[in-house]
């Protein structure tokens, strides 16, 4: 983990951060910097994990629209790439670190001394080990990573609620849940409606399926995202995943979570309460407002990056039925999801192997989902009693991908 120039250097209990004296005395402040402290209004101090990302990317643009109350001060990022190199430059973080170069000082910018909030925006497996050092170090945890809650859901909300760590939903859907239930995961409701786009290739036939190429799955009709969550909500396992994270975060049975189909992406989900009332969060599709709504939690602040809704023009918006059978990676998530255990650490570990070989032209689109039930198929699969079984079973599922993607390879 790198340093800046005037990062923070402690000596002797005495804190200097960019030539500016800090007296701590049993852990009290006795003056602060002024760069953290504008107009009475405490500015909330970020570390950014997977900060090169598309959802990385825009958490910079949110913090840079709103100087005076965010400041990113630590950020990791796989590669020391010049995109890296310039957020470094331009961001002037205290630490920064890339995973490639050194693993464990990336993982120690999730648990940052300074840092008030821990943004994990980076995608895969490995975003769970951030998320638990986030949260072992007390920090709020901001999560875009879907697979913390996917493969180790079981594992962080215990361990949250024993630290007493907030976490904040990223994940557009979430986001619109926790909204809708006004910021409060434990807030009572009947059912939970996950809206989802249906993907590109709504309506295709087996044989058409077949012919998908990456740069086709690539077009998503109405979201900007990373290849592997594109290529995930055109097989619509991405939808899979948001119900087992819903689970999760709301402590929902898997009976009172519905997915529909909703082609206009405006509805970003819905929360239905006792007597029949049926709340929902509309937006034109951005990742801004969610990455905002976290980081300005429990406020609001003014978004230039969201379209205003203009309902003076018309306005068509289709809700339909998820098919079962049409969508094979869907139904398969939710067969993992209600098995619990490392079923879904099973499941995400040959979805990750089996994209990035289509990806590489290596495997056809049908063949996703292929590996993916032959990998669950022959697969052990166990109770989740810590992060070592969750990585253990992670590692088992690649190698058998692999394997199984032979059969199938183009």
Same mark, same amino acid.
């Given at each position: 983990m790198r340093q800046q120039k005037d990062s923070p250097v402690y000596l002797g209990g005495i804190l200097f951060i960019k030539k500016t004296l800090i007296l701590l005395l049993t852990g009290i402040i006795l003056m602060q910097d002024n760069n953290f402290i504008k107009s009475g209004n405490t500015i909330k101090k970020i570390a950014l994990?997977?900060?090169?990302?598309?959802?990385?990317?825009?958490?910079?643009?949110?913090? %840079?629209?709103?100087?005076?109350?965010?400041? @990113?001060?630590?950020?990791?990022? =796989?590669? =020391?790439?010049?995109?890296?190199?310039?957020?470094?430059?331009?961001?002037?973080?205290?630490?920064?670190?890339?995973?490639?170069?050194? *693993?464990?000082?990336?993982?120690?910018?999730? %648990?940052?001394?300074?840092?008030? @909030?821990?943004?994990?925006?980076?995608?895969?497996?490995?975003g769970l080990k951030y998320s638990l050092a986030a949260v072992n170090a007390g920090k709020t945890l901001a999560l875009a990573n879907k697979e913390t809650l996917v493969c180790g859901g079981e594992l962080i909300i215990p361990l949250a609620e024993q630290k007493g760590v907030d976490i904040l939903p990223i994940d557009s859907e979430h986001s619109a849940i926790w909204q809708c239930l006004e910021y409060d995961r434990k807030k009572p409701?009947?059912?939970?409606?996950?809206?989802? %786009?249906? *993907?590109?290739?709504?309506?295709?036939?087996? +044989?058409?399926?077949? *012919?998908?190429?990456?740069?086709?799955?690539?077009?998503?009709?109405?979201? =900007?995202?990373?290849?592997?969550?594109?290529?995930?909500?055109?097989?619509?396992?991405?939808?899979?995943? +948001?119900?087992? +994270?819903?689970?999760?975060?709301?402590?929902?049975?898997?009976?009172? @979570?519905?997915?529909?189909?909703?082609?206009?992406?405006?509805?970003?989900?819905?929360?239905?309460?006792?007597?029949g009332a049926v709340l929902a969060q509309l937006s034109e599709p951005t990742m801004h407002l969610p990455i905002q709504a976290a980081l300005c939690y429990p406020e609001r602040l003014p978004c230039g990056y969201v379209q205003p809704m203009d309902f003076t023009k018309a306005l068509s918006l289709e809700f339909l039925p998820i098919e079962r059978g049409m969508y094979p990676c869907y139904d398969i998530a939710l067969q993992c999801g209600r098995a619990g255990g490392t079923a879904p650490a099973i499941l995400n570990a040959a979805s990750e192997t089996a994209v990035g070989l289509f990806l590489q032209n290596k495997l056809p689109f049908t063949g996703i989902y292929a590996v993916i039930n032959d990998v669950l198929s022959g697969t052990p699969q166990a109770e989740i009693n810590g992060y070592d079984g969750i990585s253990a079973a992670d590692t088992l599922a690649r190698q058998r991908a692999l394997a199984a993607a032979q059969k199938y390879k183009r």
């Open positions: 994990i997977g900060s090169t990302g598309s959802i990385g990317r825009q958490t910079v643009q949110v913090v %840079s629209a709103h100087p005076d109350r965010f400041k @990113i001060v630590a950020i990791a990022a =796989n590669r =020391n790439s010049e995109e890296f190199l310039r957020q470094v430059k331009e961001l002037k973080p205290c630490c920064y670190a890339a995973a490639e170069q050194d *693993g464990q000082a990336a993982l120690d910018i999730a %648990s940052f001394t300074d840092a008030d @909030i821990v943004v994990v925006a980076c995608g895969g497996f490995a409701f009947k059912r939970l409606i996950i809206t989802a %786009s249906g *993907g590109p290739f709504r309506g295709y036939t087996k +044989e058409q399926l077949e *012919g998908v190429t990456p740069e086709k799955a690539l077009c998503h009709p109405t979201w =900007n995202m990373g290849a592997k969550i594109t290529i995930d909500s055109a097989t619509m396992l991405n939808k899979g995943f +948001e119900v087992i +994270e819903a689970h999760h975060l709301y402590g929902a049975e898997y009976g009172a @979570i519905t997915a529909v189909i909703h082609p206009q992406s405006i509805v970003h989900s819905m929360v239905e309460f006792a007597d």
